[in-house]
């Protein structure tokens, strides 16, 4: 405790500040007749009666011993901090001049002496004095603390500076040591009857040259001052009660004399005198001062009114200065943060504010804003950063961020872990404390503003977040997470957002409403893929294939509605009667491909070959062959003199020619998988369908639409082709807890990797991104037997063969199917026993409202008559209708799951 008080300077300037500046004309004589008590609570000057002067004197000496700064501007022009008082020089220069700027009355016979109050001597000797008295006050103070008493329980009276006329009684006293509590001895060496000043510590004197030094204990006990084992009590009391008798029970005579001096500087009661307005020095004169009320407590945990108390304790690093400071009235610790700009920060605290509305770990923080210099102050939280954990240790608190990771992604908060894994702090119950919330919403974590890419209503964070090869640092904390677990965490969280977003500011409320719709239909879908038994890594690619195709705009133009004429009508119209909205180009719009002739032909002539030499010999289709040959012409006649891009198709398909060629006779070679060369279409956006603007963003994102296309052909030739098979084993793979022996006809595993190795990646980007098309055309279109809301579509089947349906007629039962089945929205096709599915969105796989070429129009499968949808019945319960008449039976179908449900 001493050696804290040592390092003080408060003492010191607390006793300075103390005192009552008292403007009265008294002499030294005259002020040496005043008691001790109102001498010792007072700030004063001999014959100076400015109050103003006195506060300004007094002002100055205060932040001197307080070593108090002020912000100045440098002759460059920089701005900096200097010390308000740092010298004696300087105190003198300023209180002179403030003197003599004030007019502070100077006798004409007195100026150029000491008692010229604008005389550098008059001003150095109170600065002396002051500074000496307060300083001397604070070592006493200190040397009254018990430890310090006790170790030092004394003081020896020493001379430090000569004088030409000392004084008797310190002549004879010199050397002696006496009990810092011997008041009557310290009280004597600074008697005022020896121009001393009436308290037991120094200065002893004007100009006594006197002073003290410590006498140890073991000293003190060898000159018997102090027995071993005495402990000593402080003597403040003591001289407390020194100072009330000085002031108490005074004569009529004195009370007179102080009146005629004072005037109405002070007041008397009951015997005693003290300085008007003065409570401590009524205290000292015994009077109870008038109760008051008390003020407010001061609450611990509250946070500080200014900023401008707050004492520094170190620099906490990061790009945008950090420092941690301590509030001297609590002791609280606090993350003092003005961030890279004033948008910045203000930015940074909204995040806070949303985090901790959502209940999310994050330090509470409060906001200092003058609108110029905004500053947040949050509390510091004791921990240890994440990634300075042992390893089970972080992954355990990665775990618990997990948990929330659903708000870190809604409000983009790319840095949330930080570069270092220092942006998270774990405490010592294992919790995760989210700290540094500077990359959130529109900023970046070092101030920058992000793009309109990357911030935005579309909360694809939900992935790139989780992906390290693009954010490394987040992708080391939630990489790997799956997507049902994101899902039940914005589930989670949906509780809370209506007043998360309240406490946002109203500008970003539209936009953080959005992305959280976005959101919480994303969990649903995906929650739906799990319901359904679909792995968490398809149900992933296809949720976020469909969030980057809301994003793309492809749906911007499509109908929310397409009806039926009449019961059983497979052709459906949007409100204008358009048929299939914008999902097909319109007679008048239709732009055919170029290369569409081109790419049928070859693709032909490969099939031909490739299938006889499957088969070991070569016995081709010889009119394929020659219709592919007769293309060569046209296309070197193209490669010399056409566009750029027709050049690129020539060169394209002649490849392929070459390839068939070169392939002819050898029945163990085979022509590589004919790709389609989709020339740029030249009509506007307004008369392109969604499917071609479709294409055009699979083709931008690494898909191909080609490769749908072809499926869609071969699933309509036979879903026994080798296409078809592919995409049901692709289906298979990516069913939990599903065996080829749970299905009819099972796919081979050589038919997906038939595809695969013809495309590359591109087969299952192409088929997911297809599967993401499908699940939102069913999500945004209202169309008979499709119940939106219970994210269910009516399907119609007819088994040709009755006994493969092992439910009795009018019963609900399940059977073995194939894994990926077509069946009819709108009314059954064949004769057979007829069925009815409630089919879950995500087990639908396609349906006949597309176009299978971008731009031509026509139908998707293998034909609009049989108003065909494919779907993954495994499982599913199946309503057993009988053997029904081959005649299409018109079928009305209600608009929700309560009219067909089973």
Known sequence: MSAEFRKSASV??????????????????????????????????????????????????????????????????????????????????????????????????????????????????????????????????????????????????????????????????????????DLPFWLTMNSPTLGGFGVPWGPWGFGSGMGVEDVDRKEAEALGLIKPGDRLEPAEKGFNDHLKASVTNLSPEIQEFLRQKLGDSVKFQDGAVWWKGDRASKRDA???????????PIDPNAFPERLDILVPVRRLGGSTGAELVRDPLTGQLFVRKEGNSPDHVREEFAADQVYRALGVNVPEARMYDDGKRPVKLARFIEGRTLGSLPPPEREAAILKLRDQFAADAWLGNWDVAGTGLDNVLVDEAGTPWRIDNGGSLRFRAQGARKTAEEWNAWPTDLWTMRDAAKFPVPGKVFGGMPIFDVSKGIRGLDGRISAAIQAAPAELQPVLGFRWEQMRQIA??????????????????????????????????LSTELRQGKAGDYVLNDENGVPFDHLRTQKGQKHADPSENFFLVVSEAAKTINGHHAKGDTAYNQGKLSNAAALAPELKKLSASGNPQQKAMAAHYLGVLEGIESAKGNTSSKVPFVTKFELKSTASKA??????????????????????????????????????????????????????????????????????????????????????????VLGKLQFPGNDRNARSVRILRTETNAGAVPIPVGKVGTYKRGVNESGSLFYPVFTGARTITVVPHTRITSLYFFERTPGAGGDFLLGDMENEATYIGWGLRVLNLGVLPKERVPMKIGSTRKEWEL
């Open 286 to 296: 015994g009077v109870a001062p008038v109760p008051r009320r008390k003020p407010s």
């Open 524 to 557: 649903a879908k995906a929650l739906d893929y799990q319901s359904t038994q679909f792995t968490a890594s398809y149900s992933d690619e296809v949720t976020r294939w469909m969030m980057e195709l809301r994003k793309s705009g492809v749906f911007d133009r």
């Open 687 to 776: 008369q392109r369908s969604v499917i071609s603007e479709l294409a055009d963003w699979m083709s931008k994102n690494g898909g191909d639409w080609s490769i749908v296309s072809q499926w869609a052909g071969d699933q309509a030739g036979s879903s026994k082709s080798n296409g078809s098979k592919a995409l049901k084993r692709l289906l298979l793979d990516n069913l939990v807890g599903a065996s080829e022996s749970d299905f009819w006809d099972p796919p081979a595993a050589k038919n997906l990797a038939a595809m695969r190795k013809a495309h590359g990646e591109r087969y299952d980007r192409s088929m997911l991104m297809f599967q993401a098309f499908v699940q939102e």
């Open 12 to 181: 010191p300037a607390e006793k300075v500040g103390s005192r009552s500046p008292v403007s009265r004309p008294l002499s030294s004589g005259e002020w040496a007749d005043i008691p001790v008590a109102l001498r010792e609570r007072a700030f004063f000057s001999a014959h100076v009666e400015s109050a103003r002067f006195l506060e300004r004197t007094k002002a100055l000496l205060e932040d001197f011993l307080n070593e108090a700064r002020e912000e100045i501007v440098q002759p460059d022009g920089t701005g900096t901090t200097a010390l308000k008082v740092g010298s004696r020089a300087h105190f003198v220069d300023r209180v002179r001049r403030f003197a003599i700027e004030e007019g502070v009355p100077v006798p004409e016979s007195w100026k150029g002496s000491i008692r010229d109050i604008t005389h550098s001597s008059r001003l150095a000797l109170i600065f002396d004095i002051q500074t000496l008295a307060a300083q001397e006050y604070g070592s006493w103070r200190q040397g009254m603390q018990k430890d310090v008493l006790n170790e030092f329980p004394a003081y020896r009276f020493i001379r430090e500076v000569d004088v030409v006329q000392p004084r008797p009684l310190h002549v004879q006293n010199t050397g002696v040591v006496r009990l810092k509590t």
